[in-house]
């Protein structure tokens, strides 16, 4: 008897893609993006909850390697899809490594969701958890996707830090919510100076009453400097990468970049939507710099890895 030889493409993924799942109620998010954070520790002003804290080894994703899979409306939108991989490229001067799920038990689900970018911080040991990437919503800059990712990796917004209110004042008159705005003591920075420039930090008039009012900014003595960097969606901070670094203990060792992104099929579509964001603050721009909290400094170093990849 003819038994037929079914010829399966190596690309194809192993199951089907999940369906897109939908949204949190706005009520469980913390500081409007984060899921999973119980109003029990933020009331106590503390982040200590169990798997959730930054500074809790659990949270950590094995051989830093976080397996990932994409929903059934990113498997259809390969343009899209391209921009969140290519965002995810962006970790490769790190040792986390973001990877097609195989088996592993844990894993994030890329979703579009409805309007919504949104991420658990770590591992959550859950099986799959969402990162929800709204297509358009987030994924109309890089540093969006990428703020998204790091709170998978593992971290918290960057003005939640203990030692903020030494870089930033809080305009507390014009805050939807106090609780968007709090600081907390046991999240750890990794021995790493505050960072304007940290694709986690909020902008300026983010969350605000008056939205053309700020919320947050630099002391006065930083304000030349740094202002224009807070807030920035553009690409990882030199000392974003080099948290995750210390975080994962990543030493020297930075494991080869994977399979499954190929740069040839890139189509000029996609270019222009990754990079217009890049391109027209790069034409706003002053002198570029070496300091990479800076504006300017993020923009040469994105840049520099566009050049990399698409030649
Ligand atoms: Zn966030």
Redesign the pocket.
């Known amino acids: 008897m003819f038994t037929p030889i079914v010829s399966v493409p190596t690309s194809a993924p192993l199951l089907e893609p999940p369906d897109d799942a939908a949204d949190p109620p706005t009520g469980t998010l913390f500081?409007?993006?984060?899921m999973g954070v119980d109003s029990e520790s933020v009331e106590q002003g503390s982040l200590s909850g169990g798997k959730n804290g930054v500074s809790n080894e659990a949270a950590r994703w094995p051989n830093a390697e976080v397996p990932y899979v994409f929903s059934k409306l990113y498997e259809r939108d390969a343009a899209r899809k391209h921009i969140v991989l290519t965002a995810m490229r962006g970790f490769d001067r790190t040792c986390v490594r973001f990877i097609p799920r195989k088996n592993e038990r844990d894993y994030i689900v890329i979703n579009a969701g409805n309007r919504l970018?949104?991420?658990f911080v770590g591992n959550q040991h859950q099986g799959k958890q969402d990162v929800f990437l709204s297509i358009g919503a987030c994924t109309d800059e890089l540093g969006k996707i990428q703020?998204?990712l790091m709170?998978a990796i593992g971290f918290?917004?960057e003005q939640s830090r203990i030692d903020r209110d030494d870089y930033v004042e809080i305009n507390w008159d014009n805050v939807q919510s106090r609780g968007d705005f709090q600081r907390y003591d046991n999240t750890t920075a990794f021995g790493l100076p505050y960072d304007f420039g940290s694709i986690?930090h909020y902008g300026t008039n983010d969350l605000g009453i008056n939205e053309s009012v700020w919320t947050i900014r630099p002391l006065l003595q930083y304000r030349a400097n740094y202002s224009s960097a807070i807030g920035q969606r553009l690409w990882l901070s030199d000392s974003d990468e080099e948290k995750i670094n210390r975080m994962y203990k990543c030493g020297k060792h930075r494991p080869p970049v994977p399979e499954g992104f190929a740069t040839t099929d890139v189509s000029d579509h996609i270019m222009e939507s990754t990079t217009s964001s890049y391109r027209t603050a790069r034409r706003k721009s002053s002198t570029p710099s070496d300091r990479t909290t800076t504006r300017p400094g993020i923009m040469a170093r994105m840049g520099k890895f566009f050049k990399s990849l698409f030649g």
């Open positions: 500081e409007r993006d984060i970018c949104a991420s703020h998204e709170h918290y917004h986690l």
